[in-house]
């Protein structure tokens, strides 16, 4: 039975984790008819894992029932996984960067990791898709990128999502900063990755990973900062200011990429208390006639 079929490596590397960590251990040796809804509802809230992750476990077991009844294993109403509650919203808000932090870390960061955080952080590049990027997907006139791809891991595959491969527009400053990386940086033709690695001679773009424990993370400390941050930090952040300064949900899920308005209205629900004060404050002020209070930066 294949239920990765047209995955993204990334998602697939998620499946079988998945499937031998916890679903095998705790349900290989029970029949399909006698799994209960209530039985596996139950088992879920004994993960110690965020929700988001036993959402995802939740329906990779319902993807076994639906592909049970596609062969005729079981009949059309017999997936119990379907009646199965589980929240995946998260417990914790995402780690963002104040404008100080950012400017802070980037004055400490190398050329390539610089370059590498300034477009996650002003176009919302996953960093996956910003180590994808070859420098023939980058349009200078007319200030787009063309997303075409994502690399995990060293495996080259689809984006997450087709919504994910819409172009981006790149503002002029962040253009100037890939134009200076590329005047520096050893592989500059069309065809050669943006952030190609010198370890593999140009022929693959940087792993991730090996860049964030070798270079962003250290840099982080020397800058000060005490938060745990990673490259997603950078597309957090650059989320959190787009619903910040007043856009349009509607602007902000086309740039942000997401498929659902809901993942877009997440952000929204979890703006800054710096900015929650603000607004009360300025109510209180016309309530109670009071004179405007300073605005004190967090």
Not at 71 to 85: S, T, Y
Not at 136 to 149: E, M, P, S, Y
Not at 202 to 215: H, N, T, Y
Not at 228 to 245: D, M, N, P, Q, V
């Amino acid at each position: 039975m294949n239920t990765h079929e047209g995955k993204t490596k990334k998602t697939k590397l998620v499946y079988n984790g998945n499937l031998k960590l916890y679903i095998v251990p705790r349900w290989g040796d029970y029949p399909l008819r006698r799994v209960t809804s209530v039985e596996v509802e139950e088992w879920l809230k004994t993960l110690k894992l965020a929700p988001s992750s036993r959402a995802k476990i939740r329906n990779l077991m319902s993807t076994v029932f639906r592909h049970a009844i596609r062969w005729g294993w079981l009949n059309q109403n017999e997936n119990p996984i379907a009646m199965v509650r589980v929240s995946s919203k998260r417990k914790r808000i995402p780690v963002t960067l104040t404008a100080e932090e950012f400017r802070a870390l980037f004055a400490v960061l190398p050329d390539r990791e610089r370059a590498m955080g300034t477009i996650c952080a002003t176009a919302g590049l996953r960093i996956s898709e910003t180590i994808g990027l070859k420098w023939g997907d980058i349009d200078f006139q007319t200030g787009q990128a063309n997303v075409l791809r994502s690399v995990v891991d060293g495996a080259v595959g689809r984006c997450k999502t087709e919504v994910s491969q819409q172009p981006v527009p790149l503002d002029a400053l962040t253009l100037d900063k890939i134009q200076y990386w590329r005047a520096i940086t050893l592989y500059a033709s069309e065809s050669d990755w943006v952030f190609a690695s010198d370890h593999a001679f140009g022929k693959m773009p940087v792993w991730a990973i090996s860049s964030l424990q070798k270079v962003l993370q250290p840099a982080a400390k020397r800058a000060g900062i005490t938060k745990r941050i990673g490259w997603h930090t950078f597309r957090h952040t650059y989320s959190s200011l787009l619903a910040e300064t007043g856009n349009d949900v509607k602007v902000v899920q086309e740039l942000m990429r997401h498929a659902k308005v809901s993942t877009t209205m997440e952000i929204y629900t979890h703006a800054r208390m710096e900015k929650k004060r603000i607004a009360q404050s300025k109510v209180v002020d016309v309530l109670f006639n009071r004179s405007p209070q300073p605005v004190v930066v967090q």
